[in-house]
């Protein structure tokens, strides 16, 4: 019974800027990871970025230097902060939550949002 909630997408100029954020909401005890996934029409879902509880944190190669993942534990929100847009970042966006099982098989789920949105235009 974990939720997650997208909101900051839209539409922006090449150059542009938006941020995202994605609050998980429920029966949450601890968290593995959060990030965001993006897919376009016809292709497979991607990698965009992820941080663990932790702070560490993973990038697709494609927004190295121009997008930022950050999370408040507290809240239980991650935002990703893309600068910089191109056109080619124009995909639905899903916020994903990984969910620790067992603690000591160390198993684990994945949650999704429902998408959000973000169209650069040139």
């Known amino acids: 019974q974990v939720q997650l909630v997208e909101s900051g997408g839209g539409s922006v100029q090449a150059g542009g800027s938006l941020r995202l954020s994605c609050a998980a909401s429920?029966?949450?005890?601890?968290?593995?990871?959060m990030g965001w996934y993006r897919q376009v029409t016809g292709k497979q879902r991607e990698l965009v970025a992820a941080i663990t509880s932790d702070g560490s944190t993973n990038y697709a190669d494609s927004v190295k230097g121009r997008f930022t993942i950050s999370r408040d534990n507290a809240e239980n929100t991650v935002y990703l902060q893309m600068n910089s847009l191109k056109p080619e970042d124009t995909a639905v966006y899903y916020c994903?939550?990984?969910?620790?099982?067992?603690?000591?098989?160390?198993?684990?789920?994945?949650?999704w949002g429902q998408g959000t949105q973000v169209t650069v235009s040139s």
């Open positions: 429920g029966s949450i005890f601890s968290i593995k990871a």
């Open positions: 994903h939550v990984d969910l620790p099982l067992d603690r000591v098989s160390g198993s684990w789920y994945r949650n």
